[in-house]
DNA sequence: TTCACTGCAAATCATTTGCAAGGCC
DNA sequence: GGCCTTGCAAATGATTTGCAGTGAA
C-alpha cells in the first residue's frame, strides 16, 4: 500500500498539504464521496480548506488519470480513487454507491463501426435497489396488502 | 414504425401536444439532445412551449420507461428516445454522443456479492474521440513535429 | 522573483419549485 | 367542477471564474 503523497508523485501531481489530504481521504474512504462530502470531513482537519481548492485539485487527479470523476449521479459528480476495473451500481432509494464485480472476460469490442473511434475510458452504471432498500419496500408492500 | 402519438399511450402517457412534438422529437433525431436543444428545435413550432414544461415532460417519458435519460454528459442530462440495448461512445473534443453496438453476449452477471441487489438499468459509456476528432488531433500532432 | 497553489466572493447555469391560468373529461 | 398540464418567474444549488494573497523552488 503506498502513500497518497507517494500516489501523487507516481501520478505526476505535486504533493501539498490539501492534495495529499483529499487523496488520502480517496484511498481510504472507498464510498464515492461528493464535493461537499470531503469538504465536511476535511475541513475539520484543515479548517482553511476551500470548496475551491477541492473542485481545483480533484479536477486534476482526474485529468492525471489518479482518480475517476462517475457521472452516475444526476445531481453532482462523484469520485473514485479505486482504479481496478470495476462497476458501480447506485441505489435508487438510499443513493448509495457500491462497487460491483466487473468479470475481467466483460468486454467491449470495437466493431467495424467504431473501429475509428478512439476510446479512452469506459463506464458500466447499474441503477436499482440495494438488498437493504429492496426489502425494505418489499416489507412496506406486504404490509399494505396486509392492512 | 409507431407514431408519436401511439408511442406515448401504449406507454400509459396521456398525449398533448407538447408531449408529442416532444416524443416526435426524440424519436426521429437519434442526437440525444438536452433540454436546451429541444427547446430550441420546437420553440419554431411551438412559440408558447416553455422549458419547464420540457422539463416536466422528460421526466414523466422517463419514469414511464418511454426513453431513457443519460447522464454521460458532465455538464447536463441527456435524453435518448431509442430503447434497444446499445451504449453510448461521447467525444472529449466534439461533445457528441453517438450509439455503440453493445453486443447481445456482454452480459453483467450477479455474483455471489451482488444477487440481492435489484437491478433496474445498466448504462454503458464509453469516452474518448470520434473518428473525426481522432484524425484532427493527430494532424495536429504532426503539424507540431514538422514546424 | 517567479509561478503554481490556495481560497474568498461573485458569477454562471442547469434544474427545480411556487403558483396562477388554461384546458380536458 | 375538479384535476392534470402548462408556463412564467423566482429560487436553488453545484460548479466555475476572477482575482488577490501565499508559499515554495
Redesign the pocket.
Known amino acids: 500500500m503506498v502513500t497518497a503523497k507517494q500516489y501523487l508523485i507516481d501520478n505526476g501531481i ?1 504533493p ?4 495529499i489530504a483529499i487523496m488520502k481521504y480517496l484511498l481510504e474512504h472507498r464510498t464515492h464521496p ?3 462530502e470531503i469538504y465536511a470531513k476535511l475541513q475539520k482537519k ?1 479548517p ?6 477541492i ?3 480533484l ?2 487527479f482526474a485529468e492525471k488519470g489518479a482518480i475517476l470523476s462517475l457521472t452516475i449521479d ?4 462523484r469520485f473514485d480513487g479505486y482504479k481496478q476495473r470495476h462497476a458501480h451500481f447506485r441505489c435508487l432509494s438510499c443513493d448509495k454507491i457500491f462497487d460491483v464485480v466487473l468479470d475481467n472476460d466483460v468486454e467491449f469490442p470495437l466493431n467495424e463501426e467504431t473501429k475509428n473511434f478512439k476510446n479512452i475510458e469506459t463506464h458500466v452504471y447499474h441503477r436499482g435497489y440495494c438488498p437493504e432498500c429492496a426489502s425494505k419496500i418489499e416489507n412496506s408492500l406486504t404490509e399494505e396488502i396486509t392492512e
Open positions: 505535486k501539498s498539504v490539501q492534495r461528493t464535493v461537499d484543515i482553511t480548506l476551500s470548496k475551491t481548492t473542485y481545483n485539485t479536477k486534476v444526476e445531481k453532482m459528480v
